[in-house]
């Protein structure tokens, strides 16, 4: 339950302040490499005006992509869990009180949760629920200690964005990941000629040490960036989260199945980054779904994780998820 704004004490607000030290980090060093490579590097070492335009028109290019990315994935709102999701006070109350019956919570929580669109279930097969939301928690969700909710498809919480990477922002974060990495390329790259002048004394002046370090940082970032940019590629292409990769999610009447959302690669990528190519690249909101119910490998298979104890409601599941994608896609062989 959240806590009025006259409640919340000096302390909650110096948390909420020291969460975006490591943000306010990131924005320093980006606006002084913006400096040493615009200023130092180019209007000051950079000889011939061709070579400084170049340099100059393809550093701006991926400077504003990272940026507007980076901006995206720290203000996008976490996806949150609607409000048929949540447990009646009085059933909730009753679920806690009787914690150690699992056969009253589960009767409960049955009744509850019957009509919901959920496949997910804990490892005995019960309904995940989240006690401090007090809600049945929707497939993919998890609840966030940092951001105190649950947050639709939850991939992790980044102390860099000062946010959750979920539903609503994965695109942005791997976009992210994506133009910091060509931004640090581009860098490194570009001043590596200068880099080596310095070592040969070819430079003089307080530029050369912002050269010199602007080309460290741009390899030290560069280095950190890659190795995570590839795994959410990974990530995207096999459909699964940070979460999902450190503990498959079970499906009812299954078990954990780690490619339960496995429905093809290209349809893996579509899921995040949309079917229309022009928009890909660009960090605007694109996933198809609404971050409550995704298509399933075994749907596409022609069988199906119940998620109530009803035929005719899995046969009404399997139309539902096929129809959510295009014939062309249901196709397509399960990679």
Not at 111 to 118: A, D, E, Q, W
Not at 259 to 267: E, L, S, T, W
Request: glycine share 6%; net charge neutral.
């Amino acid at each position: 339950m959240a806590v009025p704004i006259e409640n919340k004490s000096t302390c909650y607000w110096c948390f909420k302040a020291v969460k975006w030290i490591p943000v306010l980090f990131i924005v320093t060093f980006v606006a002084w490499s913006y400096y040493a490579y615009v200023i130092q590097l180019c209007f000051y070492t950079v000889e011939g005006p061709v070579k400084k335009i170049l340099y100059l028109v393809f550093y701006h290019l991926f400077f504003f992509m990272f940026s507007w990315s980076y901006w995206q994935t720290i203000f996008t709102d976490i996806g949150r869990v609607p409000s048929k999701f949540k447990i009646p006070d009085a059933d909730f109350e009753t679920v806690i009180n009787d914690s150690n019956s699992l056969e009253v919570q589960n009767t409960i929580l049955n009744n509850l949760g019957r009509y919901l669109p959920i496949v997910n279930v804990t490892v005995s097969g019960g309904y995940r629920f989240c006690e401090k939301c007090r809600i049945i928690k929707p497939d993919r969700a998890h609840h966030c200690s940092v951001c105190g909710v649950c947050v639709l498809k939850m991939d992790h919480h980044c102390p860099w964005i000062n946010n959750c990477v979920s539903f609503t922002n994965y695109k942005f974060f791997v976009l992210f990941l994506g133009y910091a990495l060509m931004y640090c390329l581009y860098v490194s790259l570009t001043s590596l000629p200068y880099f080596i002048d310095f070592w040969r004394g070819d430079l003089t002046g307080i530029g050369k040490f912002h050269i010199l370090f602007l080309f460290f940082v741009a390899i030290m970032f560069g280095v950190s960036l890659m190795s995570l940019f590839f795994y959410h590629c990974y990530l995207v292409s096999e459909n699964r989260t940070t979460l999902e990769a450190f503990r498959p999610p079970c499906f009812r009447g299954v078990g954990p199945d780690k490619y339960g959302f496995h429905i093809g690669r290209y349809n893996n990528f579509q899921e995040v980054f949309g079917d229309n190519l022009k928009t890909w690249f660009f960090p605007i909101s694109t996933s198809s779904g609404d971050g409550i119910e995704y298509p399933l490998r075994s749907l596409l298979q022609g069988s199906t994780y119940h998620s109530m104890d009803n035929t005719q409601n899995s046969t009404r599941d399997i139309e539902t998820e096929t129809s959510k994608l295009n014939p062309v896609q249901t196709e397509i062989s399960i990679l």
